[in-house]
C-alpha cells in the first residue's frame, strides 16, 4: 500500500503513538492517585472514629457504654450521626458487644490473626467482604488499659461510593483515550495532508516539467512558511531553467537560418545553373556568387568557435601591457582605405595615458569589429570617429567609437549583445556581419573586466563605448 | 501562370526568379512584407513563394493579410525554420505547403505544379485539348503527334488557356497570369503572340482550336 510509506502517513503514526503513551501514562497516574487518595481518605475517617470510640469507652461511664451513648458521642464529633459507618465493640476474648444500629443483623467479620495484632496492641486495617457483596474497610483498634486490652473497637465504612467512583473513572478513560485518538489520528491527518499539499503539488509540477514543459508554475498560496520557501526556490529555479533554454533554443534556431541561408543560396544558385548549358560569364557569376556564400559561412563558422570555446573556457588570454591608442590608431591605419571608398570620414583621437592590460590580438578584434560596424551601418558622407582616453581619476582607459550611421531603436539596445540578434528582424546580410561581431565584442570586453556599452538615437548615429581598467 | 516570390535574402530571390522563369512562370519579387502585400493587392498572382522572416512585417502576418482580404491563392511557405512547431503554424496560418531550406529546386519546381493543379483542380500530368497536348514538366508540345516548338511567352500562353479551356479568358487575364509586372497593357503584344500561337499549332489538316471572343478575348476550345 502506497499510503503507508508516505510522509504524512507516518507522521501521523508517529504524534498518535507518542500521544496515546502521554494519555495512558496520565490515566494510569490519576488513577493511581486518586484511588490511593480516596482509600486513604476512607483509613483516616475510621480511624478517627474507632479513636473516638476507644475514648469513650475508657470514659469513667466505663465498659457499659450503650449504643444510644456511642450515637450521642459521634453526634458531638461530627454534628450528625454519620451514615454508613459502622461500629462494633467486642470484648477482649472477641465476642460481639455493642453493635451499631445500622449493622442490624450483621457482623463484621474479624480473623485470628486480626484479634493476635489487637491483643497485642497493632491496629489492622483491612477489606472485608460483607454479605458477598459490599466491600467494607475495616479498622480494628483494641482498647487498651493499663496495659492490657479490655476490648476491641471495629469501625467500618462501606467502600461502594470509593469503588463506584473509581470503576467510574476507568471507564470514562477506557472510552475517553481512544477516541481522543482516533479524533487525534484524524486531525493528524488532516493536518499532514494540509501541510504536504504543496508538496504534492511540487511534486506534480516538477513531473510535468521533467516531461518538458519548461512554463509551468507552482501557485504559492503563503510565502513565508518552509514550504512556501521551497515552492518559490523551486520556481525561481525553473525560470532560469526556462530562460536558458529558451536562450539556446532560440541560438540554435538563429545559427541554423544563418548557415542555412548560405547553403540554400549556394544549392539553388548551382541546381538553376545546372539546368542547362550557360555561357561562361554566367558560370563566372555562379561561381563568384558561391564564393561569396562559402566565405560568408566560414566566417559565421569561425566566429562560432569562437564564442563556444570562449564559453567553455577554452580561451586563454594573455596578459600583456598594451598601449590601447597605439593599437586603435593600427587598426584605424587599416581601415582608412575601406572608408574612403565608403566615402566615410574615418577619425582617430587620443588623449592621455592608455595604458591596459590585456591580450593584443583579442583587444584589437574589438576595435577592429567596432570599427567595421560603425562603417558598415554608416552611409556615404558620414562619419564614424574612433577616440581613446584615459582618465587618471577613475583609473580607466575608454575607448568610444562614434558613428552618424543609421542608429539603434530604443526597444533593440539591450539585446544588441546577444548572438545573431539583428536590429531589423530582417536578416539584411548586405551588410556582411556574421550577427556574432557584437556578442564576441562584449566577450573580450567581460574577460577583460571591462564594460561595453551603448547609446543611439535613430537617424542620428551610435556610440558604443568600453570601458577597461587602467594599468599603472 | 504567375508567381511572386516574397524573400528578403536578394540571392535567394534571384535564383527563384530566374529558375521559375526558366519554367515559363512569369516572377514577381517582393523583398519585404509591406511590399509583398502591395504587390498581392495590385496584381493577380496564381501562387505565393513566401519566406516567413522578412522585414517590416513577417510572412504569418502577410499570409494572414492575404486570406483577410479573402484571396485563396495557394501559398508555398518556404523558410528555415523547420521545427514541427513552425510547419503547424505556418500551415495553420493558412499555408498550403511548407518547404525548409535549403530545398533541392526540382522538388520546388514539383510543388509549385502541384499547387497550381491543384487550384485549378485539373489532373496530373498532360493537359489535352482534342489531338493538341501540352505536358506541364517537360514543357513538350505535340499536335496529333507531331512535336510543336514554343518560345517561353508562347508556351506560357498556351498552358494557361489550356487550362481554361472551354471558357472565355480575358486580356486582363491573360496579362496578369502569364506576363510580369513590366507588361504595358496598353500594347497589343497579347494579340501579337495569339496570333503566333494560332498559327504555330494550326498543322495544315487540323481544325482551329482557339477562338476569338469579339470584344472580350480568346477561347482554347474543341469544336470538333
Known sequence: MMLFKTIKFKMTLWYVVILGIILSCFSLFLYVTLADSLYKGVDNKIRTMAEIVVSSTRSPLGAGTSMADLDQVMTEHFGIRPLGRFIQILDESGRIGDRSTNLRDVQIPISVQTMKAASKGIITFETVQVMGKYSLRVVTMPIIENEKMIGIVQVGSSLEGVEEALQQLLLILLIAVPALLLVASAGGLFLANKALKPVDAITQIARRIGSGDLSQRIRIKRVNDELGRLASTFNEMIAKLEKSFRQVKRFTADASHELKTPLTILRGEVEVGLKKKRGVKEYQQILASNLEEINRMSRIVEDLLTLSRADMGELTMEREEIELSALAREVWRDLRLLAKKKRIQLKFMDNGFTGVEGDPLFLRQLILNLTENGLKYTRAGGEVAVRVKGDRDQGVVRLLVTDTGVGIPQKDLKRIFDRFYRVDGARSRETGGTGLGLSICQWIVQAHEGRIAVESKVGKGSTFTVTLPMKD | ?224
Not at chain 2, 20 to 28: C, H, K
Not at chain 2, 58 to 72: H, I, P, T, Y
Request: proline share 3%; with cysteine.
Open chain 2, 1 to 224: 501562370m504567375r508567381i511572386l516570390v516574397v524573400e528578403d535574402e536578394k540571392k535567394v530571390a534571384s535564383f527563384l526568379k530566374k529558375g521559375l522563369e526558366e519554367e515559363y512562370y512569369a516572377v514577381d519579387c517582393a523583398y519585404d512584407g509591406e511590399e509583398a502585400l502591395f504587390m498581392v493587392e495590385a496584381n493577380d498572382y496564381d501562387l505565393i513563394l513566401l519566406d516567413i522572416m522578412l522585414p517590416k512585417i513577417n510572412g504569418l502576418e502577410v499570409l494572414k493579410g492575404v486570406r483577410q482580404r479573402g484571396l485563396a491563392i495557394p501559398v508555398l511557405m518556404l523558410t528555415a525554420k523547420d521545427s514541427v512547431e513552425d510547419v503547424v503554424k505556418g500551415l495553420d496560418a493558412g499555408g498550403d505547403d511548407y518547404l525548409t531550406k535549403p530545398f533541392a529546386f526540382a522538388e520546388l519546381l514539383a510543388r509549385v505544379r502541384a499547387l497550381l493543379r491543384r487550384k485549378e483542380r485539373g489532373p496530373a500530368g498532360e493537359l489535352r485539348v482534342a489531338d493538341l497536348v501540352l505536358d506541364p514538366v517537360t514543357h513538350m508540345v505535340r499536335r496529333g503527334g507531331q512535336e510543336i516548338d514554343l518560345t517561353a511567352k508562347e508556351y506560357a500562353l498556351l498552358e494557361y488557356l489550356m487550362r481554361h479551356a472551354n471558357r472565355v479568358v480575358t486580356r486582363t487575364m491573360i496579362s496578369e497570369h502569364v506576363w510580369d509586372y513590366h507588361f504595358d497593357p496598353m500594347t497589343n503584344v497579347i494579340d501579337v503572340y495569339v496570333n503566333h500561337l494560332r498559327r504555330k499549332i494550326y498543322l495544315d489538316s487540323s481544325q482551329q482550336l482557339i477562338h476569338t471572343v469579339r470584344g472580350v478575348g480568346y477561347m482554347l476550345q474543341d469544336r470538333g
